[in-house]
């Protein structure tokens, strides 16, 4: 979905587009500065791991006198999983790892500010969210997933009440950010556009799946994708 968004607001993007469908889609980007430093922190580890530095000091004095092609070279030498392992799990979280970097050539400097230019198409977009859009996260929280795998969960209503609070204070939350401020803020910037906002919650009706399933999953984050 952010993905749709940045094609959108990329000025490579211009005559791509004749409507957008916009699943769960918030307006973030990331710095060059910000980008460039994570960069920096992951070949840092690398050079550590592989050996050619004992220490941060050594990696940055070998960062800053080596070529980009030298440095590309190395980069391209690494077996993947050292990447996966410096890396780790990220969430999609900007400070863990930093993405739609705002290059100004594929991203504009500033990111979604630029849309207050007034020089984007108005093009019918819709997008939207689940009715327990976080449920699939919950779920995976080590707390909850462990008293499900012990089947703990069903009969203690206190848990039953947190895991509950939890999907929904999170389902808000996400619909806050990807629908209801998304179509806040490109209202304000092309008040023309027309945008179709919905709430997927097919999962939540009565009959449809099991009441514990639907407890626990409900509507998550991407049952809307057919």
Known sequence: ARNALAAYL???????????????????????????????????????????????????VWISTQSADKISDFLYRQN????VEIIRETGLQMAAFPHLIEDGTVIPIGG??????????????ILGSTASEFSE????????????????????MEEKKLYEAAVQYGSDLYAEFNVEQTTEIFLTAIPEMPIYAYRFAWGLRD??????IRFLIGAPHGADIP
């Open 80 to 83: 993947a999983f050292h990447f």
């Open 207 to 212: 009959g449809v799946i099991d009441p514990y």
């Open 137 to 156: 996260f919950t779920l995976g929280d080590t707390h909850f997933f462990s008293l499900v795998q012990k089947e703990e969960l069903a009969g203690n």
């Open 112 to 125: 979604f500010d630029n849309l207050n230019n007034r020089d984007h198409p108005s093009l019918p977009i």
């Open 10 to 60: 990329s000025p490579l993007g211009r005559g791509l587009f004749h409507k957008l469908f916009i699943m769960s889609g918030g307006l973030t980007t990331a710095a060059t500065k910000q980008s460039e430093e994570k960069a920096d922190d992951i070949l840092t580890e690398l050079l550590i791991k592989t050996g050619i530095a004992s220490t941060q000091d050594e990696a940055r």
